[in-house]
């Protein structure tokens, strides 16, 4: 530990020499200054207030490591004040005892005082909780309770379905406009009347019986009729699916042969075969989703 004079003389040193660096880069011409400010985007009025900013923080450490030598220096006369019962009980006591280090302040009153019980030779304290425990335990509770006051009881906050909800939102927002990119975000519902089937049906019939068989029990391409996917079985994974291919397995893209909203009933029709169970079935493929909700993997 520094004595105080010579903590006091090397404090002193840093200051002004801290100080002059300072005086020296305002005395310079102001285009010379400029210069470097210049470079890095900032104007002269924003370099004078960051420099004043500094200076200010450069101020309050100065002030605040006073503080703490002074502090340090008359620890004995602060510890006389705190022993008045007068000044212990009071906030501004608690303070003070922080300052001359009183550990019963953050460990609590009683310690290591053994009870009258004798377990078999084990003995057990009764130590009060530890306040920093206590009050951050307190803390909790008092956060809980707003917590459900605001989310739950007023309401005035968004839950995390709401807030996934806002966020995929904007996420579409950043999708590219481009309708033929694979990567775009579609909203499709499956369409469910008996018009738009029957259209789906003959699509169907008339395109993909040949690989995926008659009633979509799988052939040379997956049965579409069970709850395994390779590319997802909610309806815009089908749709994307059908629409841009795997042309690297076999599978068509429809793009450009199909119109999109023939690809929608087409694939609103495979959708409507989920679980019909035809004969010859070809055996599951991928990974299982349950009707339309892709499974939610952690
Ligand atoms: C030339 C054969 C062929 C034709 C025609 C064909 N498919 Fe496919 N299809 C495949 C193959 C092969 C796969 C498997 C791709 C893979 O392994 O990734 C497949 C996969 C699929 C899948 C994805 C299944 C999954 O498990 O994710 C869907 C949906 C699909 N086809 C729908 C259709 C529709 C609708 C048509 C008609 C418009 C059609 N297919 C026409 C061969 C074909």
Known sequence: MLSPMK????????????????????????????????????????VLFWVLISLLIFLLLVLLLTFVGIA?????????????????????????????????????????????????????????????????????????????????????????????ETEMRQAALLVSPDADDPNKLTTYQALATPADLSEGKSIYASNCAACHGQSAEGKVGPNLTDEYWLHGGEVNHVYKTVKFGVTSKGMVAWKGKLSGKQILQVSSYI???QGTKPAGAKEPQGEKETAGKPVVKL
């Open 72 to 164: 340090v220096q008359m620890r004995p006369q602060l510890r006389k004040v705190y022993e008045l019962p007068t000044v212990r009980h009071s906030w501004s006591g608690r303070v003070l005892g922080l300052l001359v280090g009183d550990a019963t302040l953050v460990k609590g009153e009683v310690r290591d005082e053994l009870l009258d019980h004798d377990y078999d030779g084990i003995h057990e304290f009764d130590n009060d909780l530890p306040p920093w425990w206590k009050y951050s335990f307190y803390a909790t509770i008092l956060f809980a309770v707003a917590y459900v006051g605001y989310y739950h009881v007023a309401q005035a906050g968004p839950l995390q379905g709401a807030e996934y």
């Open 7 to 46: 903590f006091r003389t090397s404090a002193a040193v840093t200051v002004a020499s801290l100080l002059l660096t300072g005086l020296r880069a305002v005395a310079q011409t102001p285009e010379a200054a400029a210069a470097p400010a210049k470079a890095a985007g900032m104007s002269s009025q924003q």
């Open 271 to 273: 959708l409507s075969l």
